[in-house]
């Protein structure tokens, strides 16, 4: 090929390759988006548009509305108060001018659902609560969190389980000569009551995550949102969206608003896909080659593996996750000085501290350990489960 038909290829060619290569990219599907919206607007799965799309079947002939603004704009004077309003959000900080509407509406009989992991100072001293969180969002045990209602006509007998991204937060304290108990985690822990405060009541979850789309998906999870909400009278309902667009815009960055428009984000690749061509050009022009040179290859790890498949062939299993339970004493008797030879409630909680796994997860881990001794044979299924556990051990203490 000629130098004038190569000037040409490169002319015409490395433009068309930068826009098609940036095209496919921008059409290619997002990652999940895993972030706590809880808007009704966001089929993410930790969206609520699955849940406010189904109102209209709990609250048949009530009106729905939603509120963009905070409360005390939103109200005005000849507003009727008897409504219900719904705040699902991660947390609840409201203005005071906000909470002088909420005690309105609760003198007039209206009623307040909050499904929330946390709420401000002025809140938890007005409906006098306390309680403690327990963050197991990131849990990769599945199962690991029920919650059930405490009316016999609601409850069910096994509970409603949640796989993940959930927490079991629940309430340390509150005033017993108002509050009623109306749902609680596993355990007996109240995560779920009702308030009465003037003619009206209010309702407070503290695990919104149960309201989102992914986990009313999840077998017959749905059952225990509107369980939850069917505690409201049929009347007019608000749902808010003001606090999940407030704490959105204060958590966006500028990159999250550039891959949410499709031209900006065909604009951002077709500019950093450009500027890696460049680059790529201009080291080929001006960079000497590098010669290769192989890394001296590692024996040890070779005879790890031949070790290994050794084993593994003779499918001596139980001896394998023997092996592997020793190497784990031993890493957390050389990582965080701790005697593993006598493991009690002591030892649990003090190895629980320090790696900052759920003190229940690692004695579920010692327990399966311990029971290798009184065996004769495992499974290559609970091998590979056994096995699991210890690289997710090892994984969180990294």
Same mark, same amino acid.
């Given at each position: 090929?000629?130098?004038?038909?190569?000037?040409?290829?490169?002319?015409?060619?490395?433009?068309?390759?930068?826009?098609?290569?940036?095209?496919?990219?921008?059409?290619?599907?997002?990652?999940?988006?895993?972030?706590?919206?809880?808007?009704?607007?966001?089929?993410?799965?930790?969206?609520?548009?699955?849940?406010?799309?189904?109102?209209?079947?709990?609250?048949?002939?009530?009106?729905?509305?939603?509120?963009?603004?905070?409360?005390?704009?939103?109200?005005?004077?000849?507003?009727?108060?008897?409504?219900?309003?719904?705040?699902?959000?991660?947390?609840?900080?409201?203005?005071?001018?906000?909470?002088?509407?909420?005690?309105?509406?609760?003198?007039?009989?209206?009623?307040?659902?909050?499904?929330?992991?946390?709420?401000?100072? +002025?809140? !938890?001293?007005? %409906?006098?609560?306390?309680? /403690?969180?327990?963050? #197991?969002?990131?849990?990769? &045990? *599945?199962?690991?969190?029920?919650?059930?209602?405490?009316?016999?006509?609601?409850?069910?007998?096994?509970?409603?389980?949640?796989?993940?991204?959930?927490?079991?937060?629940?309430?340390?304290?509150?005033?017993?000569?108002?509050?009623?108990?109306?749902?609680?985690?596993? +355990?007996? !822990?109240?995560? %779920?009551?009702?308030?009465? /405060?003037?003619?009206? #009541?209010?309702?407070?979850? &503290? *695990?919104?995550?149960?309201?989102?789309?992914?986990?009313?998906?999840?077998?017959?999870?749905?059952?225990?949102?509107?369980?939850?909400?069917?505690?409201?009278?049929?009347?007019?309902?608000?749902?808010?969206?003001?606090?999940?667009?407030?704490?959105?815009?204060?958590?966006?960055?500028?990159?999250? %608003?550039?891959?949410?428009?499709?031209?900006?984000?065909?604009?951002?690749?077709?500019?950093?896909?450009?500027?890696?061509?460049?680059?790529?050009?201009?080291?080929?022009?001006?960079?000497?080659?590098?010669?290769?040179?192989?890394?001296?290859?590692?024996?040890?790890?070779?005879?790890?593996?031949?070790?290994?498949?050794?084993?593994?062939?003779?499918?001596?299993h139980l001896d394998i996750a023997r092996k592997r339970f020793?190497?784990?004493?031993?890493?957390?008797?050389?990582?965080?000085?701790?005697?593993?030879?006598?493991?009690?409630?002591?030892?649990?909680?003090?190895?629980?501290?320090?790696?900052?796994?759920?003190?229940?997860?690692?004695?579920?881990?010692?327990?399966?350990?311990?029971?290798?001794?009184?065996?004769?044979?495992?499974?290559?299924?609970?091998?590979?489960?056994?096995?699991?556990?210890?690289?997710?051990?090892?994984?969180?203490?990294?």
């Amino acid at each position: 090929m000629s130098k004038s038909g190569s000037g040409k290829l490169l002319l015409f060619g490395v433009p068309l390759l930068v826009v098609i290569t940036a095209w496919a990219l921008a059409y290619s599907p997002k990652p999940i988006d895993w972030t706590l919206s809880f808007s009704k607007e966001d089929t993410q799965p930790f969206g609520s548009k699955l849940l406010y799309d189904l109102l209209p079947v709990l609250f048949e002939e009530s009106e729905i509305e939603t509120s963009y603004a905070s409360l005390h704009s939103y109200f005005d004077d000849d507003y009727d108060l008897n409504t219900n309003v719904i705040i699902i959000n991660s947390g609840l900080y409201p203005e005071p001018a906000d909470i002088e509407i909420m005690t309105d509406i609760l003198e007039d009989g209206g009623s307040i659902f909050i499904a929330a992991q946390d709420v401000s100072e +002025e809140l !938890k001293s007005w %409906f006098d609560l306390k309680y /403690e969180f327990s963050l #197991n969002f990131h849990s990769e &045990l *599945n199962d690991s969190i029920s919650h059930n209602l405490a009316n016999r006509k609601l409850k069910r007998q096994l509970g409603y389980w949640y796989k993940k991204g959930m927490t079991d937060n629940y309430f340390a304290g509150y005033d017993t000569l108002r509050t009623s108990v109306l749902g609680h985690n596993t +355990e007996g !822990k109240t995560n %779920f009551i009702r308030i009465k /405060e003037g003619n009206g #009541n209010v309702y407070i979850n &503290l *695990n919104p995550q149960a309201f989102t789309n992914y986990n009313l998906l999840v077998r017959d999870n749905y059952e225990y949102a509107f369980k939850c909400l069917s505690y409201l009278p049929k009347q007019r309902v608000i749902w808010d969206e003001y606090h999940k667009i407030k704490y959105d815009h204060q958590s966006r960055s500028t990159l999250s %608003f550039i891959f949410d428009r499709f031209p900006l984000r065909l604009a951002w690749y077709t500019i950093l896909i450009g500027v890696l061509i460049f680059f790529l050009f201009q080291s080929a022009r001006r960079q000497r080659m590098v010669p290769i040179v192989k890394p001296p290859s590692n024996s040890t790890v070779n005879f790890v593996e031949t070790v290994g498949r050794l084993y593994y062939s003779r499918k001596n299993h139980l001896d394998i996750a023997r092996k592997r339970f020793k190497y784990l004493q031993a890493f957390i008797r050389s990582k965080y000085y701790i005697n593993t030879s006598e493991m009690n409630d002591d030892v649990f909680q003090q190895l629980a501290d320090k790696s900052t796994l759920p003190i229940r997860a690692i004695r579920q881990l010692f327990d399966m350990g311990n029971n290798l001794d009184k065996i004769q044979h495992i499974s290559e299924e609970d091998l590979e489960q056994f096995n699991r556990r210890i690289e997710f051990f090892y994984e969180q203490c990294k």
